[in-house]
Every structure is written in structure tokens, then in C-alpha cells.
């Protein structure tokens, strides 16, 4: 069973810095999609960014610029340096996996292992 375990959420004023990690255990593929994405109470979530195995990188245009997506292939982690966060970015933050040798995808149905999730509270 893949589990997915998220970290380092919290509350930081507009402007400030967060960074999130991920860890995923119980999978041994080495080629893998990680994403990050977010919601909001009512709407769905919300695609942020992914990064595959061979380290492409891709983001959503509200946050490219200032989202950085990381991560540590050996060790199954992902992680999300967040500057210049807005009041517009808070929302719970999950990490999802894949493995595959696709192209990774920004639609959330394509992952099949998603994490509990972290609150990122941003304040005006």
C-alpha cells in the first residue's frame, strides 16, 4: 500500500515563505509523477505542480515564478518552496503520486495515491 505523508504547512502573512515535503512509502518504482495540488472548502482541487522522475517540472501559471517544485528520486520525496505567497494561496495542499513513464498530468483523476493533506493559511 502506497502512503503519502505531507509536511510543513502553517500560517504566514502575504509575502512570506513556506516550504512543503512529501515522502511516499510502499512503492518501489523509480518512475514516478509527483504533483501538488490544493483546495478550497467548495471547490475541487486545484492543480499546482508536478515533477517526473527524469525531473521535469511543470506549474500552474498562477504560481510560476514563485512555486518551486523539488524533489529526491532515492528517497521518494517531493517538495514545494513556496515565496511571495498571496492571501489566494491559502488552501489545503496534497501531495499525489503515479508511477508511470508517461508524461505526467495535471488532472487530479490520473493519480491514484494522494497524502492527508496540509493547511497553508495566508493572511493579509
Known amino acids: 500500500q502506497v502512503q503519502l505523508v505531507e509536511s510543513g504547512g502553517g500560517s504566514v502573512e502575504a509575502g512570506g515563505s513556506l516550504r512543503l515535503s512529501c515522502v511516499a512509502s510502499g512503492e518501489s518504482s523509480s518512475r514516478a509523477c509527483m504533483a501538488w495540488f490544493r483546495q478550497v472548502p467548495g471547490k475541487g482541487r486545484e492543480w499546482v505542480a508536478y515533477?517526473?522522475?527524469?525531473?521535469?517540472?511543470a506549474y500552474a501559471e498562477s504560481v510560476k515564478g514563485r512555486f518551486t517544485i523539488s524533489g529526491d528520486n532515492a528517497k521518494n520525496a517531493l517538495n514545494l518552496h513556496m515565496n511571495s505567497l498571496k492571501p489566494e494561496d491559502t488552501a489545503l495542499f496534497y501531495c499525489?503520486?503515479?508511477?508511470?513513464?508517461?508524461?505526467?498530468?495535471?488532472?487530479?483523476?490520473?493519480?491514484?495515491?494522494w497524502g492527508q493533506g496540509t493547511q497553508v493559511t495566508v493572511s493579509a
Open positions: 515533477r517526473r522522475s527524469d525531473g521535469t517540472t
Open positions: 499525489a503520486r503515479r508511477s508511470s513513464t508517461q508524461a505526467c498530468s495535471s488532472n487530479s483523476w490520473w493519480y491514484p495515491y
